[in-house]
């Protein structure tokens, strides 16, 4: 855990179909995604916010690898 940050699993579905996990910041707003593609398997990243912590990215990647 990074303190400010928590993580947040979510499904999509409708224009794209698959799972999400979310990095959020205090009052859930997004600041990047790992989103796992459910036809492809391909994951892609999406950072929606600068300047994001080297070790909040890390803690989602790795955390993506495991629960996605």
Do not use: C, K, N, Q
Request: avoid cysteine; charge should be negative.
């Amino acid at each position: 855990m990074i303190d400010g940050y928590s993580l947040v699993l979510a499904s999509s579905v409708g224009v794209r179909d698959g799972m999400a996990l979310e990095l959020t910041r205090a009052g859930g707003v997004i600041i990047a995604e790992v989103y796992e593609d459910d036809s492809t398997r391909a994951r892609t990243v999406t950072v929606f916010e600068p300047d994001v912590p080297v070790e909040a990215m890390e803690w989602l990647l790795s955390s993506a690898r495991e629960m996605l």
